[in-house]
Nanobody, 117 residues
């Protein structure tokens, strides 16, 4: 089972930016989609963004036009650039690998993002 390690979280003021990174423990195959999720306190984990091997992306409506997902297949990494952060973006952010719509990786520790003044 592929393992994921996330990094890059922290405390940022509203309107600020952060860049998250995630490294997978093996090569990501062409058919596999890499994704970022987040889980806020007291809420269910939600899908934030996805990217295919070809570079096609999807975003949750709440982050569209603010977040950008990117992928480096040679390094088995996926990144999430987050701009214009808002307090409601506060959550633990996780990455994972999806195949045919299903999560196939082991959930990592995630990385905490806190947006507060």
């Amino acid at each position: 089972q592929v393992k994921l390690v996330e990094s890059g979280g922290g405390l940022v003021q509203p309107g600020g930016s952060l860049r998250l990174s995630c490294t997978a423990s093996r090569n990501i195959f062409n058919s596999e989609v890499m994704a970022w999720y987040r889980q806020a306190p007291g809420k269910q984990r939600e899908l934030v963004a996805t990217i295919t091997n070809a570079g096609s992306t999807t975003y949750a409506d709440s982050v569209k036009d603010r977040f950008t997902i990117s992928r480096d297949n040679a390094k088995n990494t996926v990144n999430l650039k987050m701009n214009r952060l808002q307090p409601e973006d506060t959550a633990v952010y996780y990455c994972n690998v999806r195949l045919y719509g299903m999560v196939i990786g082991a959930w990592g520790q995630g990385t905490q993002v806190t947006v507060s003044s």
